[in-house]
């Protein structure tokens, strides 16, 4: 199997034409500065007792401490957990924020436990990794199948760890513990900027244009619910189990109330439902989803979704990529052959980080912002990073993937060539 870490690391390659790195720079972002695998027992509700595999990968921390969510799925394996810690290290740089980069994950398929099950594991997890993380060390927040709930355990097992309260260790957590309001949807939130200030560039009508959207999760449903708002028509949705479409255009508030009823798994955590039981909407498969003539074709779930194997059937003319990503290096020569733009990950999903370095600041100041600040600040910081990037892109005649990484890249270097010590050696 292809290596993903292997892919993302290609994507420096088109960076370097453009930009003349140091070989310090280059050597340091081939390789994550630490890894760390750990065995996290848990006690099941039947009394036996179950060993999961747990992972925390720092990649870079020259910028600042690492930040990087926690992914829980059966797939996960070391090689995704550097991929994601290595695009986390661009994202921050790209959003001018004062963090390296990290990401965490455990495999588990998180909807066969009790939430009691879940709890104990997400608690031991911490205690296995508590060595590494902190509020000016590494600070991890959710990911795919973790949400706010998960992130108020793990902080609390944080404090019972070092007794003393520091909710600046993780971010994502609840409001009532200490959690900031907006964070729930600025994923969403943050890549609809991004659309819009494109949007704008290119002098288009936001009114009717056509998307869809795969993944109807954290990040996929606030984006639909706020596309949807702004007068962009939402034409399907998908999830792991299927996907729906609509000429006319779904209501994504009513597509999650109906799948949020079918709440019968053990754990409570997750819904077992599906946009797909909604029957008044023409059911579609996953792939048939990736290949509908649509305006922008979004992408919420997971890596690798547009690959060589698929690229070439993609009839949307413009990506947004919300997941990390869901985009090979190999499709993205096929698109580009093709003329379809990629609004890339590392700036279109970074309203997540954003804001949890919002809710870090608050935390380590102890003051809290009412919402409206926090989108406010959103909106300027996503809008200033993006408009950055298509002015580069405007300037260089490069792709939208390549000025995103040109801009994340060169903060990096920048910060990596001020500690360094070559020079001094080269004198010598
Ligand atoms: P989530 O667990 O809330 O939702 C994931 C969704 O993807 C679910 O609806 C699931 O059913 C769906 N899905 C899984 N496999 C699928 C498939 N093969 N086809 C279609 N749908 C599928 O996760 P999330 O937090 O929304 O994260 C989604 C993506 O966004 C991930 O790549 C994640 O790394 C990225 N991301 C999330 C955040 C955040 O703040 N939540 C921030 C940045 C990036």
């Not at 911490?126 to 509020?135: C, K, Q, T």
């Not at 729930?184 to 056509?210: C, I, M």
């Not at 399907?236 to 189990?241: N, R, T």
């Not at 079918?262 to 996953?286: A, E, N, P, T, W």
Request: with cysteine; aromatic share 8%; net charge neutral.
């Amino acid at each position: 199997m292809k290596s993903t870490f292997e892919d993302a690391q290609k994507r420096l390659t088109n960076v370097f034409r453009y930009f003349e790195l140091t070989d310090d720079v280059r050597e340091k972002l081939k390789h994550p500065k630490l890894c760390l695998s750990v065995s996290i027992p848990v006690r099941m509700d039947d009394g036996r007792l179950k060993v999961f595999t747990g992972y925390r990968v720092q990649f870079d921390n020259t910028r600042g401490p690492t930040k990087g969510g926690i992914r829980y799925h059966p797939d996960v394996s070391l090689d995704e957990v550097i991929s994601l810690s290595f695009w986390m290290t661009i994202k921050c740089a790209v959003m001018n924020l004062p963090f390296g980069g990290a990401k965490g994950g455990i495999v588990v398929n998180p909807k066969s436990l009790s939430r009691l099950e879940l709890e104990r594991l997400s608690r031991n997890y911490i205690r296995e990794i508590a060595d590494v993380i902190g509020p000016k060390r590494d600070i991890p927040a959710p990911d795919v199948y973790t949400n706010a709930t998960i992130m108020g355990w793990m902080a609390d097992e944080y404090a019972n760890i070092k007794r003393q309260q520091l909710p600046g260790v993780i971010t994502g957590k609840p409001v009532h513990l200490n959690g900031s309001l907006g964070r729930e949807s600025a994923t969403g939130r943050g890549a609809l900027h991004v659309l819009q200030e494109w949007v704008n560039r290119k002098k288009l009508n936001p009114q009717q244009r056509t998307l869809a959207v795969q993944g109807f999760g954290n990040a996929g449903y606030h984006f639909a619910r706020l596309a949807h708002d702004e007068g962009f028509k939402v034409v399907a949705v998908s999830d792991s189990k299927g996907a729906i479409f609509s000429e006319e255009g779904l209501e994504p508030g009513k597509v999650m109330d109906h799948k949020q009823e079918h709440k019968d798994l053990k754990s409570m955590m997750y819904c077992d439902g599906s946009v797909c039981d909604l029957q008044r909407y023409k059911k579609i498969s996953s792939e048939e989803m990736l290949e509908l003539d649509v305006d922008v074709l979004v992408l919420a779930a997971l890596e690798n979704q547009i690959h060589k194997g698929n690229a070439g059937q993609v009839k949307a003319k413009l990506i947004l990529e919300i997941a990390n990503g869901p985009v090979t290096s190999e499709a993205d020569a096929i698109l580009a052959g093709n003329g379809v733009s990629v609004l890339p990950d590392v700036l279109v999903n970074a309203g997540g980080v954003t804001v949890s370095y919002f809710e870090w600041v608050q935390n380590r100041a102890g003051l809290y912002w009412e919402e409206e600040t926090v989108n406010d600040r959103l909106r300027k910081k996503m809008g200033k990073e993006a408009n950055t990037i298509f002015d580069l892109v405007e300037e260089k005649s490069i792709s939208l993937r390549t000025a995103a990484y040109l801009q994340g890249v060169k903060r990096i270097a920048g910060a990596i060539s001020e500690t360094g010590t070559r020079e001094y050696f080269q004198e010598g």
